[in-house]
C-alpha cells in the first residue's frame, strides 16, 4: 500500500522546497519515499510539480498514479489529471482561478483559498506554506508536523520569518479541515519502523559521497543539469578533507583537468551531462593513450544536442562506449539505485587505477535527482576497499631505477606497467599522447605500435564485467524475460512483480556495466528464455543493438522503448509485455 | 637551494631532438635547462607539460618529467597537477597555435585563474608542425600556405591579453638570447602565481620574414631600460602598445595570492600525500547530513 501526492505549479512559486518539506517530513516519520521533480529549464513560468510516493516498502520509483494533486493553477490540474486515481482529490488555490475538470473524470475537488491565507497570516510568498498545511490536514499529519523543518529551512531569515511561515502552515491546516470531509489514508507503519533514522538522499548525493569514501579529492566541472547536484554536495564534503571543487572553463578543460590531477597521484573526477560529454571525448582517447586513470560521470538527459535539460533519457551509451576517435579502451558503469551510485563510483576509482584508462558512471536524470530513502547500514563505507592497483612507491621507484631503468609503457606480461609519479626519484618519466615506446618516446614504428596496442589490449583482458553489474531475479527459464540496464529497475521490477501475480512465468536481467560488455551471462539469460523484452529509455534501443553486435541477433527479441523524456511507468511495460506474449501464443498455435 | 644539479642529469632522461637545425626552440630548451638547474630543481622534481606541435616536443628534449597532451591542451592538465601537488615545479609549454587558438581559452581562464606554473610559448608567428599555415599571432597580410593572399586576420596580442586577464606575471623573451631567456625563465619559475614567457622562437623553415635578423633588428629590452616600472600596469599597456609588442624583457608583475592560498580549509601539504581514510572514520557525520 502506498500513497502518492504531488504539487504543482509555475516555476518560482516554492513548489520545489514544499515538495521537499513534505517529502523530508515522512521520511523521518519511518515512510520510505521516493521523490520526483518535474521541472523545466527556465526560471519562472512555466509548470513544474514534485511528486512523492509514501510508502511501507522501498519502491524505486515515483508511482504511476496520484490519490491527492495539489495544484497552484489550472495547468497543473490540466497536465497531471490523467494520474489521478479515480476519486482522488485535486486541492486547488480557490480564489486564484476557476478549476475546469473534464466531465468523464472521478475527482474529489477540494477548494481552499491558499493564496489569501498566505497573505493574511504572513506574505504571498508562503501560498506554499499553506498549502503544505491544507495537504497535512488532508492526509491525517498534525499541524505542526512541519515546524522542524521551516526552522532549519528558514531559521537564518529570522525568528519572525520562521513564525509567519508557521501561522499559514495552521491557517491552511484549518482552512482544509473544515472545507472538506475527505481524508486520505497514509499506509500503516510497522511499529519498528516509526522513527527510524534512515537516508533520503538522489543518485547525485550518492555519487558524490562515494567519491569522497574512495579518496577522490578533485573535481573538475563545468555546470550542466542535472548533473550540478554533484559539485554542491562535494563542495559540502571535500574541504573537510583537504579537496577541491574547481568550475572549469569549459568541459574540455574539466576532463583534461581530471586526468591531470591522476597524472600525479591525485585521484579526480568530472562530472557532466550528455552536450559536456561530447566535449570531453578527446580526453577519452587521451587517457587511454597515455593511460592515465581518470573517472567520468554522465548524468544523462534527454538530447541530442542541448535536448531537453530537464528531461530523462538513457541516450548516452552509445557515446560512452564508441566516441573518441581510433581504438581507445574504457569501462562503462551503469548504476541502476541510489546505493549502485554510491558504490560504483568508488569501483570506478579502483578500475581507473587497476586498468589505468577511463571508467565512465552512466546515470540518468530520474536516478540522479530523485531522493529517496536508502537504508543506511546500505551505505557501508567499508565494502569496497580503496585499491590503488600498480602505483609505485618511492622505494619501490629506486629500486627500479637501480635495475636497468624505470620504462612508463613496460611491456608487462599483464599488460599493466607499474606507474611511477612525478616527484619520485628514478622515475622520471613522459606520459604521451602519441603512440610510443616503452619509455614513452613519440614512435611509429609497426613494432612499437603493435606492442603497445597489443599490451593496451591484453591489460583489458582481466577485466570480468559479470563482476560488475548483472543482476537476475524472478523465475530461471521464464517465458517472458524482461531486460533493463540503468535506473529502469524500480518499474522493471515492479512490472515483473505484476506479471507473476497473473500467473506468467517472467524474469528480469538488469545491466550495470556496458562495456566490456557482459556477453556471456547476457547470451545464457536470452537463450533460456521463450521471449525476451528489452526496456530501454531511448528510441533507438543502444542496449538491444548492443546485444545484437555482442551475442547475436535473436528473432525472440522485442522491445519496449520509451524516448518522451519521461521515465517509464510499470503500467507500460506490464502492456507491452502481454501484448509480446499474446502475439507469440498466437503465433506458436497457429 | 644548494645548487647540486647539472645539466647533465636532464640530458640524461631526454631524447635526441629532431627540431630542424636552427629552429629557435633548441634555444628555449636550452635556457629552461639552465634556468633550472641554478634554481636548484632536480628532474624528478620538474613536469613539463605540453600540446601538440614542433614546440610541444619541448618536454622530449628538456629531460624532466613530462605530460604531452592533445592540441591545446597543455594548460589545463598543467594546472590540475599543481593543484595535485604543489611540491612540484609545473612548467606549461607550447606554440602560438596551441596558446593562443585552440586553447586560448584555457589560457585566458588561466590567467585569471592564477595557479602557480608557468607557461613558455615559443611564438614563432606560423604553424610548423603542419608545415606552414598562418597562425593567430601571424601579421596581418603574412602570406602562408593558407592565405596566399595575406592573412586577413588581426593578430593576437599575447601580452595585452595576458594583462588583461589578470596575469600577474607577463615576459617576453628571444631564442637569440638565451642568457636574457634564462633570465625570464628563472623570475618566472619565481614567481608565485601563473606566470607567462612569450618567446620569439623563430621556424628556419616556414616563416621567412621573422628571422632571427628581423627580431634583431626590431626588439627592444625593457630589462635594460632603467626608467621602466614592471609594476606600473599603465605603463605596461602603452609600452606594449607603442611598439607593437617588439619588447623583451619583463612586462609586467604584480604579487597576489595564488589560487590554492585561496581555497577553503586548503592544506599546503600536498594533496597526493594526504591520508585518504579518513572519510571512513567520519561515516556518522557524514551521513548526518542526508538524514
Ligand atoms: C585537434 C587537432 N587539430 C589539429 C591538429 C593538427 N595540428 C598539430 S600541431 C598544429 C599547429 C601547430 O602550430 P603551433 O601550435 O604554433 O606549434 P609549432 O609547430 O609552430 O611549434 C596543428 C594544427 C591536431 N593535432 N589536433
Ligand atoms: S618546422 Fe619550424 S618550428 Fe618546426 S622544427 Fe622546423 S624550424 Fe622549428
Ligand atoms: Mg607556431
Redesign the pocket.
Known sequence: MDFTWKIGGAQGEGIDSAGEIFALTLHRKGYYIYAYRHFMSLIKGGHTNYKVRISSKQHRHRGDQLDLLVAFDQRSIDENLHELKSGGAVLYNAGAFEPKFPADVDVVPIGVPMQQIAKDHGSIVMTNMAAMGASAALVGLEPDAFDDFIAERYGKHGADVVEANRKVVRAGFQAASEATSWRARLPELPPEARGKKRLFMHGNDAIALGAVVAGCRVVAAYPITPATDILYSLLKLLPEYGGVVLQAEDEMAACQMAVGCNYAGVRAMTSTSGPGFSLMTETLGLASVSETPVVIVDVQRAGPSTGMPTKTEQGDAFQAIFSSHGESQRIVLAPATVEDCFYDIQRAFNLADKYQCPVIVLTDLSLGLSKQTVEVDDIDFEKIAIDRGQLLTEEQVKEIAANGGYKRYALTESGISPRALPGQEGGVHLAISYEHTEEGWEDETPLHRVAQTEKRIRKMSTFDPAEFGVRQSGDASPDLLLVGWGSTIGQIDEAREALKAEGISVGHLHLSVLYPFPAKEVREAIESARAVLIVENNAFGQLQQLIQLNVGHYDHIHHCRKFSGEPFKVFEIVARAKEVLAAKSVKEVG | MASTVTVKEYRAYAQQPTWCPGCGDFAVVAAMQRALVNLGLKPHQVVAVTG?????KFNYYLGANGFNS??GRSLPVAQAIKIANRDLVVIAA?????GYG?GVGHFIHACRRNIDITYVV?D?H?????TGQT?PTSEKGFKTKTTPYGAAEYPIRPLPLAIASGCGFVAQGFSGDVKHLQSLFEAAIQHKGFALVNVFSP?VTFNKEQTYDWWRENLVNLDEREDYDPTDKAAAYKVVTETNGLVTGIIYREERPDYQDELPNYDPKPLVYQDLSKPVKDREKLLQAFM
Open positions: 601538440i606541435g614542433c614546440s610541444g592533445m592540441h607550447g606554440g602560438d597555435g596551441d585552440i615559443m614563432n606560423i604553424y610548423g608542425l603542419t597562425s621556424c
